[in-house]
């Protein structure tokens, strides 16, 4: 059964820290992961990742993904009180079509 | 979550009684999902469909049927509601993974459903 898991579950942190959320996965016939942010409603799409050591960048958040070791980060620099939100990670199996998720890691971001 | 519509929105029913929910799309894709969200967990599959009249369990799909009998609509039902099944329901709606080569997923604006 394919497997997502996030650290940390949660994060404080103040405006202007950097952070990194982590995201390691166990699945068959991978195709790409993905990551998420969700602001109380629905998830809205920020990466997808298919290849290893490829940085994919937006404004002060990027992310890479390392296919040998299975896992992900995501660093977000000069946080702000807007990035306050749930960060999921997704892993997609081709073969099923199919998404699974990581718990999720909460960031609180203090002004 | 323009193209994607979920109804009802909000639901409060007791226990026992049949619930469907509803996913509405605009945007022709093949795939759609149903999962839920619970406190401390993330989303988890209940039932998808890559196509008209084909549907798939996910990990949680007991309790739960899905019908698609049109491409644009989703239907999730419960047939006699649990208080377990006190949820946050999202649709969400995908093109062809094995295509793109991705999955980037496209949610509803979840429908909260509360069994009492």
């Known amino acids: 059964e394919d497997k997502v898991v996030q650290s940390p579950l949660s994060l404080v942190v103040h405006e202007g820290d950097t952070v990194t959320l982590n995201c390691s996965y166990e699945?068959?016939?991978?195709?790409?992961l993905l990551w998420y942010k969700q602001e109380k409603k629905a998830p809205t799409f920020l990466f997808m990742l298919t290849s290893s050591g490829i940085e994919k960048k937006s404004g002060r958040l990027s992310s890479i993904l390392d296919k040998k070791e299975l896992f992900s980060i995501l660093n977000i620099t000069a946080t702000q009180t807007g990035d306050s939100a749930v960060y999921l990670c997704?892993?997609?199996?081709?073969?099923?079509?199919?998404?699974?998720f990581g718990d999720g890691t909460t960031l609180t971001v203090k002004p | 979550d323009a193209g994607i519509t979920q109804s009802p929105r909000h639901k409060v029913t007791e226990t026992g009684t049949p619930v469907t929910l509803r996913c509405h799309q605009t945007?022709?894709?093949?795939?759609m999902y149903w999962y839920r969200q619970d406190p401390g967990h993330g989303l988890r599959l209940i039932h998808y469909?890559?196509?008209?009249?084909?549907?798939d369990k996910g990990e949680v799909s007991d309790g739960y049927s899905v019908s698609r009998s049109k491409t644009e609509d989703f239907l999730l039902t419960l047939e006699s509601a649990t208080s377990s099944q006190t949820s946050v329901y999202f649709c969400?709606?995908?093109?062809?993974?094995?295509?793109?080569?991705?999955?980037?997923?496209?949610f509803g604006a979840g429908s909260r459903l509360t069994v009492l």
């Open positions: 945007e022709n894709h093949r795939y």
């Open positions: 969400a709606i995908s093109e062809s993974p094995g295509l793109s080569g991705a999955n980037v997923l496209t």
């Open positions: 997704a892993v997609l199996n081709t073969n099923a079509g199919k998404s699974t």
């Open positions: 699945v068959t016939n991978f195709r790409s």
């Open positions: 469909s890559y196509g008209v009249k084909d549907t």
